[in-house]
């Protein structure tokens, strides 16, 4: 089992950069795929990054690909997301999830994952 917690979240303005931090504490962190997702208001929570266990295979979702960028650490048992130039729709409530997964697929689905953060506001003003 794993637990997780994100931090990193704020208010920034258009064109700024953030970077998210999600901690995971637990044993055998390196046998998990990782992801990121957001939930902007009033809609579902989607898909932003995924990372495989090893850190050599990582996916990210069309609306965010060529400005945000996943990556893990996994002897500090920490993922990152950052985030450059950041737009108004990128507003939202993000979310680190872990999946004990060793495998090839690319997870993307919010029921692929086992365990949640509790999420860190982002919010981008024009």
């Known amino acids: 089992q794993v637990q997780l917690v994100e931090s990193g979240g704020g208010l920034v303005q258009t064109g700024d950069s953030l970077r998210l931090s999600c901690a995971a504490s637990g044993r055998s962190f390196s046998n998990y795929a990782m992801a990121w997702f957001r939930q902007p208001p009033g809609m579902e929570r989607e898909y932003v990054a995924n990372?495989?266990?090893?850190?050599?295979?990582?996916n990210h979702a069309v609306p965010v690909r060529g400005r945000f960028t996943i990556s893990r650490d996994n002897a500090k048992k920490m993922v990152y997301l950052d985030m450059n130039n950041l737009k108004p729709e990128d507003t939202g409530v993000y979310y680190c999830a872990a999946k004990a997964y060793r495998g090839s697929d690319t997870l993307r689905e919010v029921e692929n994952f086992d365990y949640w953060g509790q999420g860190t506001q982002v919010t981008v003003s024009s």
């Open positions: 990372i495989n266990w090893s850190g050599y295979s990582s």
